[in-house]
């Protein structure tokens, strides 16, 4: 059973435009991070949100987090090429040690 | 360099060798975890620990699979007798465990494991 459904799975654009990622459950999560990772290398953090309704923003990348704190978006503003890679959301429960990762959005920005 | 390490990057072995990965956390982490990752896939829980005691263990981890962490430090994970379908990427996280919520994990690169 897939606790975190990531949509969409692949998500190819051009350099300039704006997108949305998901990452949605039906289970109540305590904390939620979003990660970036490139082909041969491990997840890199890029934030954890805690508190529903939340909204980080990093740089261009911009994270909200459901009232519900159930699911999660990350928006991408102008993307550029370098934000190529695969995205993965990983949800924590109160005392629970391991994480549970979607399957991540690849995303393709072309030049 | 004083993020999480992994060795060996890469190993090719056969069918029924065994297989040990080392992973190096965060030096003040407490917690160390070790995911399996496949193409096209989220990382997949193995296990964890906090310190040296290993607290949770995934039910889907075959009995070839041990882990250890003697002195709370380092870890490795060892597979015997290994399978073609134990290929895929190990990867380690570790993690500073504290009252607040949020579990940040740190990732090392990991370890791509090839069984022929």
């Known amino acids: 059973t897939q606790l975190l459904e990531q949509s969409p799975q692949f998500l190819s654009i051009q350099e300039g435009e704006n997108l949305t990622v998901y990452c949605n459950s039906s289970s109540v999560f305590s904390s939620l991070q979003w990660y970036r990772q490139e082909p041969g290398e491990g997840p890199v953090l890029l934030v954890t949100?805690?508190?529903?309704?939340e909204v980080k923003k990093l740089k261009r990348l911009t994270f909200q987090f459901g009232d519900a704190r159930k699911d999660s978006s990350l928006h991408i503003t102008a993307a550029q090429t370098g934000d190529t890679g695969l995205y993965l959301c990983?949800?924590?429960?109160?005392?629970?040690?391991?994480?549970?990762f979607g399957d991540g959005t690849t995303l393709t920005v072309k030049p | 360099d004083t993020g999480v390490s992994q060795d060996p990057r890469h190993k090719i072995t056969k069918r029924g060798q065994n297989v040990t990965f080392r992973c190096d956390p965060i030096s003040e982490h407490n917690r160390l975890y070790w995911y399996r990752q496949t193409l096209g896939q989220g990382p997949e829980f193995l296990t964890y620990f906090q310190n040296e005691a290993q607290l949770e263990k995934s039910r889907l981890l075959s009995n070839r699979f041990s882990a250890e962490r003697p002195k709370g430090s380092f870890s490795t994970l060892e597979i015997q007798r290994t399978e073609q379908g134990d290929s895929a990427m190990y990867l380690c996280a570790s993690s500073l465990r504290g009252t607040s919520g949020g579990d940040e994990q740190f990732f090392g690169p990991g370890t791509r494991l090839t069984v022929l």
């Open positions: 949100v805690v508190t529903g309704g």
């Open positions: 990983a949800g924590a429960r109160t005392n629970a040690g391991k994480s549970t």
